[in-house]
């Protein structure tokens, strides 16, 4: 194994790379570079806000990839949505390692890893117990021929897949189809007891994990191995978090509980003949009585537990206790009846656990209280799901601070970072100290690693590489300060005026980012009459292929709300108007914010700038950061909402955005979008 003194230093690394895969080495990506380098000798952690266009992909890899074969040891690349996931494995990674071969003497190796309920189990396929439909009630024949068929898609697919993985299977099942082919870690009978342990996808998966030099994992899997008492990735010592602006929400959701009567339900249907039927019919009852009660209930948060509704939870905490003491040990007995017991242990454990957090939810004052319940409820009929209970966590810093940034190096990276012109509202978020002064390091050391010290504080760099675009020459950020603040009664007149000028003077080529789907569709309706461009509108086909329709005709507008403020890439001239109807501030009745901003204030802090605005800030930078998407892109981002030029918040909101030329001046602005109009080819 090579030492680190042998091999090529990283820049001369990445300027290989580089040459190698035809780019241009950019100075925000030699930058990047030489900081990861930097913290993996230190140890200390290191966010880094990186535009778009720097090649960060690139900046963080091949340091990582150094690391990783100089001192045989895996490192972990952390995303948030699949698609930056498949660009890493399918892209990237297969072309950086075969550049990189030559310089560090061997091909490096990567693999991807999700959880086990991503891969097909073969066991739960052969002779596995069926899954349960939450209410067979709702199921008509039809349905159950569609999950039929679905599930023999399956059946057929597990003789050809090498996988397993469902993000493979083209086109997708529903999720209770998957539901009756795969299974939870706390499901799984472990492969030295499982009949076909030794062809499991899952655990075919993690062996080759654990020889890679790279794994490439989603958010919710590293939130999983800090949350879980076992470890669930690969040993590491560094974690790359790329889409780092995401990294709170997704730990948020894989930490929520949820609790509902039909769970309950299954529970009971799971202990089946394994435990006495007076034991059971103790939690059946339990169950129809939290049913009756969540019916009478309003949906919303709870900053009370109503008493008939906590005698409920208590009823089923009791009783979900009883039937797993029932069941009692399953090491002696034969497969089949071993996995009947598992999975009836796995779902009561989780009615259990979640029925004892909901309980322990309000046993504290509002300041230090840890977590937030709601119910949520569907009294319309327009989802078919039963009134649900939940409980999230309202801050998950201790959690990261203490499982993450406390065991392992790791790098924070995205376009947006910086919320109003600092990286410390982010790093509150994440666990980690007000950002500190750094002292340099002696060069040429063996190792830069300070020696251990009690009570060490976190330490980290917060570094922010810019962007290659010229945004204020590139761009213009024109906020309608004419225009009253936006009201509860959807858009008003004024502002679809508004739309309209702006669309014409721009000959289409527009994506309007809506803070509701209520509003993106009140806009596409109305002025499909009165502009002369197609406008489509997320929701009336697959959003992919909308936005491959919207590329491909730059005459046409997009419409849509949350997916489309970090999910689109357009560059050229089918996108140079990005239009948002108003600041994005999270809804008033979000359980989890406003429980969140509540807790803020309690202490004595601000809780609408620290929250609210916070929200707000992130969308606005991810959503105005659809304009640049290439060197050559220009255009205007057109915000109409007033509120961004008068209300004492709006400094820090536009710190958070990228540096566009700006003004409130709307002629100013249809005129840039008629001279860009005029220069772009059709």
Known sequence: MPSSRDLPGVNELLTHAVEALGGAERPGQVRMAEAVGRALRTGEHLAVQAGTGTGKSLAYLVPAIRHAVAKDKTVVVSTATIA????LVDRDLPRLTKALKKPLGRTPTFAILKGRRNYLCLHRLDSGAPEEPEDPGLFDPFAVSRLGKEVGRLREWASDTETGDRDELVPGVTEQAWRQVSVTAKECLGAARCPVGTDCFAERARAEAGRADVVV?????????????????????LVIVDEAHELVDRVTSVATGELTAPMVAIAVRRCGKLIDADIADRLQESSEG???????????????LPKALAGAVTSIRDAAHACVSALGSDRKEDVDEATARKLARSQLEEVHDTATRLLEAFDEDAAHQRDVVWLSSDRYGMSNRPPSLHVAPLSVAGLLRERVFGTTTTVLTSATLTLGGAFDTLARQWGLPPEQAKVEKAEGMATDKAPPADKEELKWTGLDVGSPFDHRRNGILYVAKHLPAPGRDGLQPSTLDEIAELIEAAGGRTLGLFSSM??????????????????LCQGEDATSLLVSKFADDPRTCLFGTL????????PGPSLQLVLVDRIPFPRP???????????????????????AATHAALLLAQGTGRLHRSVGDRGVVAVLDSRLANARYAGFLKASLPPFWPTTDPETARAALRRLDAAAPN
């Open 589 to 611: 009745d979000d359980p989890v914010s406003s429980a969140r901003q509540r807790a803020v204030e309690a202490r004595g802090g601000n809780g609408f700038l620290t929250v």
């Open 290 to 304: 939290l049913a009756m009660i969540l019916e009478d209930l309003p949906p919303g948060r709870m900053d009370t």
């Open 518 to 535: 209520r509003a993106a569709k009140q806009a596409t309706e109305e002025l499909r009459d009165r502009v002369e461009y197609p406008i």
């Open 563 to 570: 997916s489309l403020w970090q999910g689109v890439d357009v």
């Open 217 to 237: 994992t989603n958010h919710a899997l590293l939130a999983i191995d800090a949350l879980q008492g076992y470890q669930v990735l690969p040993e590491h010592d």
């Open 84 to 87: 930056l996931q498949r660009q």
